[in-house]
């Protein structure tokens, strides 16, 4: 009885939440990749980038990173390393975007909403399941062998 109150759940919206961002990730990067140079028009507010951005390439990356959150919600505990892998992701994104959009585009609302928003603001519920996961992982490996 005392086991089973101590038991690590890893809860529904949790994997809800992984669901949505994989989706979210998804849907922001399909803009930069098939829309990239409206998109960055649009990001600019009206100032044009002396230099052409690469949105393509960033929106591709976003993809892929969008697509294995989406795919581990569907064994969290399993597949802790593709929740890694999208943190990794979601940060290395954040980067790229602050060191290769925002001196192009500078630092105005809708940059600003792109980096907190899309980006920095995904890490925290990210790090919570990915903590999560790891303790039931943890859990059922060491009782895998009881019962």
Request: charged residues 10%.
């Amino acid at each position: 009885m005392d086991q089973a109150a101590n038991f690590p759940k890893f809860p529904m919206h949790f994997r809800g939440l992984l669901l949505l961002a994989g989706m979210y990730t998804i849907a922001w990067s399909a803009f930069y990749t098939y829309f990239g140079d409206t998109v960055v028009k649009w990001m600019a507010m009206g100032v044009m980038p002396v230099e052409p951005v690469l949105s393509s390439y960033f929106g591709i990356f976003g993809l892929v990173i969008g697509l294995v959150l989406f795919f581990a919600a569907f064994y969290p505990v399993s597949w802790v390393w593709l929740i890694l892998i999208g943190i990794s992701g979601k940060l290395i994104a954040a980067i790229w975007f602050t060191l290769g959009f925002a001196p192009e585009l500078g630092w105005n609302k809708r940059s600003v909403f792109h980096l907190v928003f899309n980006e920095l603001l995904w890490l925290i519920p990210l790090t919570l399941i990915f903590l999560r996961s790891l303790q039931v992982k943890k859990y059922l490996k060491q009782h895998e062998n009881e019962g």
